[in-house]
């Protein structure tokens, strides 16, 4: 059943990824917005962002370095980060340890083909309907209301 659930969540983000600016429904997996800014530049706002809403930055992946890194070329930009508000995260693994696996919260900064930056995350409500956890559905709706605040606060 899990593996079923997990090939499901792949295929609805391989989609999203393809149908290019997603996340503007409330069913939409991904919430997604552009921004005209430098790379750079949006994820130090980024950084900041995550600070002044009281989420730890846990830690921050260049992929076009970490493939340099193991001799693969990759021309694209994108840069993961790792957030976490430790006292929303608590309450979730305590009533559901399997959500583990979709902990800590990734945000994406990344160029897409046609030139722009999109600033994009996995929305927590989605995810809790994946797993299944109806009664995380408020803790997950005041993680996905600050991500949402934290990735528009970047791309402005």
Excluded: W
Aim: a neutral charge.
């Amino acid at each position: 059943m899990r593996h079923a659930v997990l090939l499901g969540l792949c295929l609805v983000i391989a989609g999203c990824s393809q149908a290019g600016r997603a996340g503007e429904g409330s069913g939409a997996i991904l919430y997604t917005v552009e921004s005209r800014k430098p790379v750079a530049t949006i994820c130090e706002d980024l950084a900041k962002a995550c600070a002044e809403e009281k989420f730890g930055l846990l830690a921050v992946y260049d992929l076009k370095e970490k493939l340099r890194e193991k001799g693969i070329e990759f021309s694209g930009e994108c840069v993961i980060f790792e957030v976490c508000n430790p006292l929303k995260a608590k309450q979730m693994l305590e009533k559901s340890p399997e959500v583990s696996t979709a902990l800590p919260c990734r945000i994406a900064v990344f160029r897409t083909s046609d030139g722009m930056m999109r600033i994009s995350t996995l929305r927590p409500t989605a995810l809790m309907e994946f797993y299944g956890a109806n009664d995380l559905s408020g803790a997950a709706a005041e993680v996905e209301k600050t991500l949402k605040k934290i990735v528009d606060q970047a791309a402005r």
